[in-house]
């Protein structure tokens, strides 16, 4: 059984089945911009944290629709990681 984490596979976070181990941990960081937008304080700095820990994205949060374009706008993002049910606006919008 593969790990995962909120049921994305953690090789597809930048580790293997177990991104902890001292293999992951040594990798370098890359330059993968990654922003994270989600209403949910606790989930987002959760998941930043985990692909920080290994090593996977540099990742800029935002808590709005309106905040992730703000940030959106001033700076470049290899992915951006939405939540669809954000209280100002309509993921799909954003």
Do not use: H, W, Y
């Not at 990654?34 to 700095?45: H, P, S, T």
């Not at 998941?47 to 090593?55: D, P, S, V």
């Not at 808590?63 to 290899?78: H, N, P, Q, S």
């Amino acid at each position: 059984m593969r790990a995962t984490l909120m049921g994305i596979p953690l090789r597809l976070l930048g580790g293997g089945d177990n991104p902890m181990t001292s293999t992951a941990m040594d990798r370098p960081v890359t330059n993968r911009r990654l922003l994270l937008v989600d209403d949910d304080k606790a989930l987002r700095q959760s998941l930043a944290e985990r692909l920080r820990l290994a090593k996977s994205f540099d990742c800029r949060e935002a808590e709005t629709g309106r905040g992730a374009l703000d940030i959106a706008v001033k700076e470049r993002f290899d992915a951006v990681l939405l939540d669809i049910g954000l209280p100002d606006m309509d993921g799909c919008k954003v």
